[in-house]
């Protein structure tokens, strides 16, 4: 490298070496189809791509091809020099290129700047590398397809797009992550693993769970609801729709109005999909009289609502239109907030534990006083809010990191951020401090003082919606869920027909005793069953042959691979409940 480069920031410098990386592909590519119309090759967060406009679409073999090409470029150490000259000279340089004469007609400067290395000429402003051979270690990826100016009505280009780091090393790691990102992918698993899917017919964003699916989130909400009961939270239901007027006495209706789906009018009235289920929470509490002796009271829901995320931003199970939150509303006086906060917080640390999330980190979501738009306007209360709530997190020995334009907007709020297989940051749980929303309803207990108080609410999401949470497990365990989780504990799988009869009663005495199993009675040979388990991922395989049958055992083997042999099925069974207790380890 050098010192040129060496002084430069690590950012600066892959920006440049990926930018170059482009130049050196399009070359490679011209020498290939010196025909080819070219257009746009800049750096990318992980390297880079180049548009091209091509006689036929490329092959793995073309791209082969052009790698190899690069490479030589590469080892001639080629320099890249800028120079410039007016547009009109640059019209005639790049006659027959519509793509880069466009390109030049956009540029409001009479100069325009060019880069050149070895024969290839590029309408480019850099900045680049000094030479070929500086650009570091780089992998052609896939192409795709992509419109000129990303516009549908212009042609469609094929894009080629490459990975590039400064080292091999760093290639090597950034493509193994890629790898473990695909291998734990929830949508291709979920589709393998037959837990979730979607139609076009039904909508982007409004996922189908199918019965294993099903199976694991029935136990999640079990799970969380028990948890929940201990804890002093009452669980209640409210409807999905309710009338716009509640909304817009809210605020969301102001400020939240862009992630609503639009209201249905009807008769006399305009009722909408609730995007939240606090209002709802907040009617109940304000139906009754509260003395400040039964605060706080905590209401809590897996409460279903749906909101217009954008076509674009939404993925697979993580980002829906139609979801259902682990939510509840905590109505308290200010002086047990502090408490109640790190009430949750313990609930929410307990949670992790149970579930075997450990990538973690804490965000706390601050207004920017400078949108006046997203959030509600009332600096005292704001500041209020947010001062508790740092005051609240001091307490802890947990690190966090103040994210300024990330509250709701009704108020602060800290998140738990969880890092997922493709290494982006998603808010999983949330713990909200409000007094907006108090205000709003004028809402009220009454305090020793005999006098109306206003109480504060905590909105609070633990384990977040079922469809987020999902997402998150089935990338955690790629697809192995523990025992506690798994869809299908045990498949019990007869040798011989003869077997049948066996398996059968013993799977009833199981699901009787409230375990999840099935029994295999296809014509397959036993090594094709066995594998057709461990592909589906389930936890224990129970053969049942003429020694079993005789002995009333069954024949144990792991979807690890391991053969625990005959035990008594009575000990299977207990072994199983044991490790169907949530957070359990499996074996
Ligand atoms: C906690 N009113 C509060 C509630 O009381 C609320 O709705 N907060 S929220 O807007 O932050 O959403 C709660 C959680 O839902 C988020 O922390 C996130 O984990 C999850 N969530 C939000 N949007 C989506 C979505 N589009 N798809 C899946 N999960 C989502
Ligand atoms: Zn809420």
Redesign the pocket.
Known sequence: MSAKLEAMSKGERLLRMRHSASHVMAQAVLEIFPMAKWAIGPAIDTGFYYDFDLPRPLTPEDLEDVARRMQETVRRGDAFAQRFVDKEEARRIFAGQPYKIELIDGIADERVSLYQQGPFLDLCEGPHVERTDQIGAFKLMSVAGAYWRGDERRPMLQRIYGALFETQQDLDQHLHQLEEARRRDHRRLGRELGLFTSAEEVGA?LPLWLPKGAAVRRILETYIVEEERRRGYQHVYTPHLAKVELYQRSGHWDHYRDSMFPPMVLENEQLVLR????PHHITIYGAGQHSYRELPVRLAELGT?Y?Y?KSG??AG?????A?T?N???IFCRLDQLKDEFLGVLDLIREAYRVLGFRDHWYRLSLRDPADTEKYVQNDAMWDEAERLLHEAMDETDLEYVDAPGEA?FYGP?L?VQVRNATGRD?????I?IDFHLPERFGLEYIGADGQPHRPVII???VI??M??LMAFLIETYAGVFPVWLAPVQATFIPIADRHLDYARAAARRFIEAGLRVEVDDGQERMSAKIRNAQLQKVPYMLVCGDREVGGGALAVRTRGGQDLGPMPAEAVLRRLLEESKPGAEST
């Open positions: 964003g995007p939240m289920n606090c609502m909101r995320e931003e939404l199970l993580s980002r829906v239109r979801m939150l939510d509840a509303h709701s709020k998140d998603e808010t999983v749980s949330t909200q909105h609070r999401g977040s919606t469809e987020r």
